[in-house]
Nanobody
Framework: VQLQASGGGLVQAGGSLRLSCSAT????????MGWFRQAPGKEREFVAA????????LYEDSVKGRFTISRDSAKNTVYLQMDSLKPEDTAVYYC?????????????WGQGTLVTVSS
């Protein structure tokens, strides 16, 4: 499985971005997927996850109501719609295969895409 994250960029506070994570490999269809982020000088933290069916989702408390994770299995792609962005959302965002809020539950990781939110 190879994961390619994209969609990051510079946005003003209150704005929106949509991140995409494209996966190669048939195992994606049967895999839960998640997003993590890592801000400068901080540890990587969980953001959101979606079950293989798309029915189950998990969110970190600070992004609930602002971020939405979704998937399109036909396109082998997972999305993270980020609205009402705040400067503290600035980080490199990574997609990964797995489920739960802990990084050790994920086995394949994308290369990351940088999101910068200006105040």
């Amino acid at each position: 499985v190879q994961l390619q994250a994209s969609g990051g960029g510079l946005v003003q506070a209150g704005g929106s971005l949509r991140l995409s994570c494209s996966a190669t490999g048939r195992t994606f269809i049967d895999s839960a997927m998640g997003w993590f982020r890592q801000a400068p000088g901080k540890e990587r933290e969980f953001v959101a996850a979606i079950s293989w069916s798309g029915v189950g989702t998990l969110y970190e408390d600070s992004v609930k109501g602002r971020f939405t994770i979704s998937r399109d299995s036909a396109k082998n792609t997972v999305y993270l719609q980020m609205d009402s962005l705040k400067p503290e959302d600035t980080a490199v965002y990574y997609c990964a295969r797995g489920w739960g809020t802990k990084a050790y539950n994920y086995d394949y990781w994308g290369q990351g895409t940088l999101v910068t939110v200006s105040s």
